[in-house]
């Protein structure tokens, strides 16, 4: 049975293994893709093809084991195989828990930072039992880790942080000053320097954190750059000017796209080089003491498990086999996509909507930054500063002619600066063997190019220091939850041997495939339900044909929160007046979207169709108005029943759905008018909104006198009452709407649009 239990557990660990490399790379895609998807430079399958070639290559020519999961955190020496066992599995589980939560949110967090803490809550855990069962010196914890190494790494990831935003920013400042938004315009050899400077960059980035101790390189050339690094930058710099000034001088080719496909293929090559072991790397070392426990002939209580300190080569099959199985991921994890977005989202250079809601100390930094800015502008002389600030007027105008997803989230020299410096710092970290996560060192820098970049304006600067506060917030959130939870693993396994180890699995997996399954189904709605388009046409009869599609969409959605709302406080059911009173809110912050379009809508007009903005402009209003009512009703109608008050009575009950069949008929032949762009039918609805008034004014008359004479519940009777005004108010807006549309179409005149 001894022996059964630690083939179950690596059988487990290999499975944890493959899972693990599955929602890592979910996690790490956003360290290669967020440059090249953010500025479009080229089509979305061309960069998943780089990157997956990147990936492929770096997973063949890892360098090996990884050594922290061997020997980094903790001392070998000191742990026996059956507690290095308990270790390992409760790190693998903890892993793939933590990642899968980050990934569900689509934020990205650090792999090293979590395999990393999780090793050493895990031994910390195994060796205070090991204290405890035997001296019960506590003192002597430092015996059983690897202190000096673990300050090391936290003190790393403090400094990365700093660092990357901070040489980021500079960076991209001095770029854009020299090369301004219309890089394009300027001489040949301008574009070259950069071009010679950002390949060199990436190129040594790639020899040396990518295939420094590879049987691609040899080690007389990797001796070579080591002793000489200066000479090699020289070198490769003049090489790639004269290339870049070729390629682009006679080939015609774009210099900055080019360092985007090879900064792409350096870091997804980096990243499966480096940071696979990071998956794979504690799998392997349990499958390595396995093998050396099963010869040795011992009892796995007594076997110690010193010859984890010496290092091992990984087979090139398993290598592969892992980098297969990235590549796939890669293609196919939507939550790649959603990481990746949330990057691109805080870094990108227009406004838009913003994912992260404001906090106290995102304006309280914006508030210091703003003052600092203008207590420098006081010192530099306004001709210096005019200058500056010339380089940064963009030459795009404030009119949004492509559709917004359409649009790049910033421009290539941004990617360029986003490839190059990330490429220098995780070189420069490695040479140094300081230990750096290419998830914060890409990310940071990042979000210290878009600062730079005037990316971050006062519209939305407080919403994107948020993003990075909320991110960064989660990176050490993931320092200290890795610690904990793999430290309660541990000591879980250590108490319930095989049971616990089976039970924490078929937790792990369940979590996981419960994550999956409501990804799934959120993507799927969102999907099915459409959302709200912006205008883009310049004239009332286009903003008619161009909006009949979401005018459809919005009532349809109404339809269902009324009467989801009349159903869920008829059942009591809180669950359904939960999810109806989130679609309620969701379906508002659409239309407040729309709304703050207005005023890039405006801005697209030609004078001739200057009648559209006003048009635009009410249609906006009336649509508010449907949606705060909707809203309203959704989220009285679920605090209702949240605080547990007096039902409603079966004739409040009776009545309701009576206004909401007729509202139902209503609202569904609005829906077919827009739908099918049948607009003279709008007519026929306006002529029949007398009726639904007269009932709704009939039940308001029947509870005034319901509440004089039998009435007891002032709860019931407001909450009655209010879905009542409520819904007078909803068919008074939708009316309202009706009428305009009805108004301004005019079948005969053909809808201009933008060309």
Do not use: C
Request: glycine content about 6%; proline content about 2%.
């Amino acid at each position: 049975m001894g022996e059964n239990i630690y083939l179950f557990m690596i059988i487990a660990l290999a499975v944890l293994a493959i899972t693990d490399l599955i929602v890592g790379v979910s996690n790490d895609a956003v360290n290669f893709l967020n440059s090249a998807i953010g500025s479009k430079a080229i089509s979305f399958k061309t960069i998943m093809l780089v990157a997956s070639v990147g990936i492929a290559f770096g997973a063949v020519s890892s360098s090996g084991m990884m050594e922290v999961a061997r020997k980094g955190i903790f001392n070998p020496s000191e742990f026996v195989f059956a507690e290095i066992m308990i270790v390992f599995m409760a790190v693998m589980i903890t892993d793939i828990l933590l990642l899968d939560f980050f990934n569900t949110l689509g934020m990205p967090t650090s792999t090293t930072v979590s395999i990393v803490f999780e090793l050493l809550g895990a031994a910390v855990a195994i060796s205070l039992v090991k204290i405890y069962s035997g001296d019960g010196n506590f003192t002597h914890l430092s015996n059983y880790i690897n202190t000096d190494k673990a300050t090391e790494i936290i003190i790393g990831i403090l400094l990365s942080v700093v660092i990357a935003f901070t040489i980021g920013a500079i960076v991209q400042f001095f770029t854009r000053v020299l090369l301004s938004f219309k890089f394009n315009d300027k001489p040949k050899w301008v574009g070259a320097i950069f071009g010679g400077m950002a390949v060199t960059a990436i190129i040594y980035f790639i020899l040396i954190k990518g295939l420094k101790g590879t049987s691609i390189i040899s080690p007389q050339a990797s001796l070579f750059i080591g002793e000489n690094p200066e000479l090699f930058i020289l070198g490769n710099f003049l090489l790639w000017f004269i290339l870049s000034w070729l390629a682009t001088t006679f080939m015609k080719w774009n210099i900055y796209t080019i360092i985007i496909i090879l900064g792409t293929f350096a870091l997804a090559m980096a990243f499966a080089g480096n940071d696979l072991v990071n998956f794979i790397g504690v799998p392997l070392a349990a499958y390595e003491s396995f093998l050396s426990w099963s010869d040795s002939g011992q009892l796995a209580s007594e076997f110690n498990m010193k010859g984890l300190a010496v290092a091992v080569q990984t087979p090139t099959y398993l290598l592969l086999a892992s980098g297969v199985i990235m590549v796939i991921t890669l293609w196919f994890s939507s939550k790649a996509k959603n990481v990746v977005k949330t990057s691109v989202d805080l870094s990108r250079q227009d406004e838009g909507d913003e994912r992260f809601e404001p906090n106290y100390l995102s304006r309280q930094i914006v508030k210091f930054s703003i003052k600092a800015s203008e207590n420098l502008n006081g010192i530099m002389p306004v001709s210096f500063q005019n200058r500056i600030n010339k380089q940064f007027i963009k030459p795009t105008s404030y009119a949004q002619k492509a559709k917004a997803k359409d649009q790049p989230a910033f421009d290539l020299i941004r990617a360029s600066v986003n490839l190059m410096v990330a490429s220098v710092l995780i070189s420069l970290a490695t040479s140094l063997k300081l230990p750096l996560s290419t998830t914060y060192v890409t990310f940071m820098v990042a979000m210290g190019t878009s600062l730079a970049d005037r990316a971050w304006g006062s519209e939305s600067a407080v919403y994107r220091v948020a993003g990075v506060l909320n991110v960064i917030g989660g990176w050490f959130f993931t320092a200290i939850v890795a610690f904990v939870a793999a430290a309660i693993i541990a000591y879980i396994i250590h108490l319930g041997g095989i049971y616990a180890i089976s039970a924490l699995l078929i937790f792990a997996f369940v979590l996981i495939g419960k994550n999956y399954l409501s990804h799934t189904k959120k993507l799927k709605e969102t999907k099915e339900e459409e959302i709200l388009e912006r205008a883009e046409s310049s004239s009332i009869q286009g903003v008619i044909e161009e909006s009949a599609k979401n005018i459809a969409n919005v009532v349809k959605r109404a339809n269902k929160i009324y009467s989801n709302s009349i159903n869920g406080l008829a059942k009591q059911d809180l669950s359904s007046l939960h999810k109806n009173k989130k679609q309620g809110a969701k379906l508002a912050n659409e239309i407040e979207d729309l709304r703050n379009h207005t005023f890039y809508f405006i801005k697209n007009l030609e004078e001739a169709h200057i009648g559209a903005s006003n048009f635009y402009i009410n249609a906006m209003g009336h649509l508010t108005d449907i949606s705060q009512s909707l809203e309203y009703i959704g989220k009285v109608s679920h605090k209702h029943v949240n605080n547990n008050h007096k039902k409603l009575k079966y004739n409040q009950i009776k009545e309701l759905k009576q206004i909401d069949i007729k509202l139902a008929e209503i609202l569904d032949n609005t829906y077919h008018a827009f739908e099918e762009r049948s607009f003279e039918k709008i007519g026929n609805i306006l002529n029949n909104k007398q009726e639904l008034y007269d009932l709704v004014s009939q039940k308001i008359s029947l509870q005034v006198e319901r509440t004089r004479s039998e009435e007891s519940s002032p709860k019931n009777t407001t909450l009655y009452f209010t879905i009542l005004l409520e819904t007078k108010d909803l068919m008074t807006a939708t009316m309202n709407l009706l009428e305009l549309y009805y108004k301004e179409h005019d079948a005969d005149v053909k809808p201009a649009t933008l060309d």
